[in-house]
C-alpha cells in the first residue's frame, strides 16, 4: 500500500466508506465536467482539503492541530490518482465475484 507524507506525517488510503463519504466525494468532483462533458476542474483548495481528510488515514497519531490543507499538490495529485484506481478495482473485484 502506498503511503503519502503531508508535514512528516505519514498516511494510507483508506479502504472502505459510509455512503455518506462517497456522497461527499462524489459531490467534490462531480465539479471536474462541464454540461458538454469537458474537463474544467472548478474544485478549490478547501474541498481538496476535505477529500484528503476522508480519503487517508494516519499510520500513527495525528496531532491535534494538523491541517490537511499543507498537503502539497503533488502529494494531492498522487491521492486522487490512487483513490480512483482503488475504486475501479473494488467495482471490477465486485462485478467479477
Not at 474537463?39 to 478547501?46: G, L, Q, T
Amino acid at each position: 500500500m502506498n503511503r503519502y507524507k503531508i508535514n512528516e506525517i505519514e498516511f494510507e488510503l483508506r479502504k472502505r466508506f459510509t455512503l455518506k463519504e462517497l456522497n461527499q466525494i462524489n459531490k467534490i468532483f462531480s465539479k471536474i465536467y462541464d454540461s458538454n462533458n469537458q474537463i474544467v476542474a472548478n474544485i478549490s483548495n478547501d474541498e481538496l482539503g476535505t477529500f484528503l481528510k476522508t480519503v487517508l488515514i494516519p499510520v500513527d497519531k495525528l496531532p491535534d492541530n494538523f491541517d490537511f490543507m499543507d498537503a502539497d499538490e503533488s502529494v494531492t495529485a498522487e491521492v486522487i490518482k490512487d483513490f480512483f484506481l482503488s475504486r475501479i478495482e473494488l467495482n471490477r473485484n465486485i462485478l467479477t465475484s
